[in-house]
C-alpha cells in the first residue's frame, strides 16, 4: 500500500524503542500526536495542528472524527501530499484551502466515492463566475489526487464548467494621456516616478516590480526570473534599459546597501505586492487620474497591472510580434498577448478603410468634364 507523508509530521523511535510522531512548522515548537499514522485520533490530532488550534484530548476525539473514505480524510490527506504542500504557491493554497474548508464543513462526513457531477453542479449554484471557477480547480485539484490514491475512481468534476458572463475589461490600460498626467505629477527624483518608469520598461507584474534592485541590472539590462513562473518554466527574462527608466534611476540616492528600487516612505521594502499596490493607487489619486466607467459597466480605477497592459500596448504599436513581446513580458502564451495584437491590426484596418473612404468621396466631389461641353469649347 502507498505511503501518504504528511506535512510537518516528522517520526523518530525514542530510547524505548517506541515511535513517536510530531507535528512541527518551521520556527515552532513541536506537537506530540497521539494514535498510530492514519487511526482517527492522529488524523484528528493533525488537523487540529493544522489549523492551529489545539491538539483534542481522548474524550473529545469521538466528537470530531475522521472515518477513512470520507471528504474529511481524503482533504487532511491531501494537505499533507507534494500535490498540495509543494507543488503550489503560497498564495494558490490559501486560497484552495479556504475552498476546502468550506466544503469539509458542510460535506466532510459524507463519502468522496460518492461524489457526483450533478453534487458539483448543485454546490456552484448561486456563486458569482469567478468564485465557480476558484471553486472548479479546487475540487478539481483534490479529485486528481484522490483518483491517484484510489480513493475513487474517477473525477466528477470532468465536464463541469462555470458559467459564461459577458468578458471583462479586466484592469484599466494606461493610455498616453495618464501616462503624462502621472509624469507631470510625480517628478523624477521620485520613487513614484521610478515606479512607473520601471513597469512601463519590462511590463512587470507588481509582485515582481516591488523585488527588482540594482543587483539585477546586468550589462545594461535588467535580469530576473518572474515569480508567477518559478514553479513551471522558470524562465530568465533579460530587457534592456528604456532611457526613461534610466534617468528617473539616475536622479534617485543610492545607498550601497539598498536591495529594492521601490521603497516605502520609510525608505524600507515593501512587505508584499499588495503593499507596493495600495501605495500606487495612492500615487495615482495623487496625480489626479479619475475612475473610469468601462464598456462592461464596471467603475474601474488606474492601479499598477494597468502599466503592464499600456507597456504590451506600446511593443504591439510599435510593431512587435507576439513571440517578442513575450521576450519582455514573461508571457507563456501567444494567446495571452493576442488582444494587444488584435487592437493593433483593428486600428490599422479601420484607418485603412476611413483612408479609402475617404478617398472615395473626393474623386466623386470633383466635376468631369467631356469634350462636348460648352465650357470646354473654343472660338465661342
Given amino acids: 500500500m502507498a505511503r501518504i507523508k504528511l506535512q510537518y509530521v516528522n517520526s523518530f523511535r525514542d530510547r524505548h524503542g517506541r515511535v513517536r ?64 504542500a509543494k507543488s503550489l504557491a503560497p498564495s494558490t493554497q490559501a486560497m484552495r484551502r479556504a475552498i476546502l474548508e468550506r466544503f469539509r464543513a458542510q460535506h466532510g462526513e459524507k463519502r468522496i466515492a460518492l461524489l457526483q457531477p450533478a453534487h458539483i453542479v448543485k454546490l456552484l449554484e448561486g456563486t458569482k463566475p469567478f468564485a465557480q471557477k476558484n471553486w472548479i480547480k479546487t475540487l478539481r485539484g483534490l479529485m486528481a489526487f484522490a483518483v491517484a490514491n484510489r480513493m475513487r475512481a474517477d473525477d466528477p468534476t470532468a465536464g463541469v ?50 523585488l527588482l534592485g540594482r543587483q539585477h541590472i546586468k550589462d545594461g539590462k535588467l535580469v530576473w526570473r518572474p515569480k508567477k513562473t518559478q514553479r513551471t518554466t522558470n524562465k530568465l527574462l533579460k530587457v534592456s534599459i528604456l532611457p526613461e527608466f534610466q534617468e528617473a534611476l539616475d536622479a534617485m540616492p543610492r545607498a550601497d546597501d539598498a536591495l529594492r528600487f521601490l521603497t516605502t516612505d520609510y525608505g524600507k521594502a515593501f512587505k508584499s505586492a499588495a503593499a507596493f499596490g495600495n501605495k500606487f493607487a495612492d500615487w495615482c489619486k495623487a496625480a489626479g487620474l479619475k475612475p473610469f466607467l468601462c464598456a462592461d459597466g464596471v467603475t474601474r480605477n488606474y492601479r499598477a497591472h494597468g502599466l503592464r497592459k499600456a507597456s504590451l500596448r506600446a511593443l504591439a504599436h510599435a510593431g512587435c510580434t507576439g513571440s517578442e513581446m513575450m521576450e519582455v513580458s514573461g508571457h507563456s502564451s501567444l494567446a495571452q498577448l493576442q488582444v494587444y495584437l488584435d487592437e493593433v491590426e483593428q486600428e490599422r484596418q479601420a484607418d485603412a478603410a476611413i483612408e479609402k473612404l475617404k478617398a472615395s468621396r473626393t474623386k466623386k466631389a470633383t466635376p468631369t468634364y467631356k469634350p462636348s461641353d460648352p465650357d470646354l469649347q473654343t472660338g465661342t
Fill in 21 to 84: 510522531h510530531y507535528f512541527r512548522r518551521p520556527g515552532s515548537k513541536g506537537i506530540a500526536l497521539p494514535g498510530l499514522p492514519g487511526s482517527a485520533e492522529f488524523i484528528d490530532a493533525y488537523q487540529a495542528a493544522l489549523a492551529g488550534a489545539a491538539i483534542p484530548n481522548r474524550g473529545e476525539i469521538g466528537a470530531s472524527r475522521t472515518t477513512t473514505g470520507t471528504i474529511n480524510a481524503a482533504i487532511v490527506a491531501y494537505y499533507g501530499s507534494d500535490a498540495f
Fill in 161 to 210: 464548467k462555470a458559467i459564461k458572463v459577458p468578458k471583462s475589461s479586466g484592469h484599466m490600460t494606461w493610455l498616453e494621456p495618464e501616462v503624462e498626467l502621472y509624469r507631470s505629477r510625480h517628478k523624477i527624483g521620485s520613487v513614484a516616478r521610478l515606479a512607473l518608469e520601471l513597469m512601463l520598461n519590462i511590463a512587470a507584474r507588481r509582485e515582481d516590480a516591488h
